[in-house]
């Protein structure tokens, strides 16, 4: 069993706590948690397996979530800050991946489409997209009433942006998400005509709270895991 490895980030605003899981390629792949009560330890079974496949990978609590100090208040631009000060503890070598979950969908969309980061694999497991106005919004009842006006997802300018990647994309829906909706993930698909392959990946039967979902259910836990390895490349795995 891999064994993670802390390490504290240091931001002008906060102290992320973050791990790496190390495996004999390096660690060239950071992982997203997503909002609420999620932190970074949801998804540790996942970078397990993906380590055993020889995936090494880091993960962050953003700030206000798990073992991360919470001094001042969050906002999706605060957690795509963190998310590029993550990037890097990466190792510098060869192709680097991203993998955002729910929440840090557009940020990962948004770290990959700035060429400065290096992105060669983009995913998204349930990823949402946001109006551009909610970006720099404070969470809190402004944020919401702003990110629940009908469609208001539409306005995200990671569906303008993605049109200058040149990576490889894997977009992960949960057949039965009834959180994040299912064209958010296809606009992407559409809109990104310059990436070398960009693949929307179902998972029939499967809802929003992926990781406790698969935590409980082997089958699905060992369908996530092959998508992610295959999509961030791993050695001698071939496309789902």
């Given at each position: ?57 880091l993960a962050i609590d953003f700030s206000g979530h798990g073992e991360s100090s919470a001094r001042t208040p969050n906002s999706l631009a ?163």
């Amino acid at each position: 069993m891999h064994a993670p490895r802390p390490f504290t980030i240091d931001t002008p605003d906060e102290t992320l706590a973050a791990d790496r899981l190390d495996a004999a390629s390096g660690i060239r792949c950071l992982l997203l948690h997503g909002a609420g009560t999620s932190h970074r330890g949801r998804w540790l079974a996942v970078r397990q397996a993906l380590a055993a496949r020889g995936i090494g990978s880091l993960a962050i609590d953003f700030s206000g979530h798990g073992e991360s100090s919470a001094r001042t208040p969050n906002s999706l631009a605060k957690r795509h800050a963190e998310a590029a000060a993550a990037l890097s503890c990466l190792d510098t070598d060869g192709p680097r991946s991203v993998i955002g979950i729910s929440m840090s969908g557009e940020i990962a969309v948004r770290l990959a489409c700035d060429p400065r980061h290096r992105i060669g694999h983009l995913v998204t497991v349930v990823g949402a997209a946001y109006d551009e106005a909610a970006f720099a919004t404070p969470f809190g009842p402004a944020f919401s009433a702003q990110i629940r006006r009908e469609q208001s997802w539409r306005r995200s300018r990671v569906f303008r942006d993605i049109a200058a990647f040149r990576g490889r994309m894997t977009l992960v829906r949960a057949g039965h998400d009834q959180v994040i909706p299912p064209e958010i993930a296809a606009t992407l698909q559409a809109n990104a005509a310059q990436a070398q392959d960009a693949r929307i990946v179902d998972l029939p039967g499967a809802g929003h709270m992926l990781s406790v979902q698969a935590a409980q259910d082997a089958a699905l836990m060992a369908r996530l895991c092959a998508v992610l390895a295959e999509a961030v490349g791993a050695p001698g795995t071939a496309a789902a």
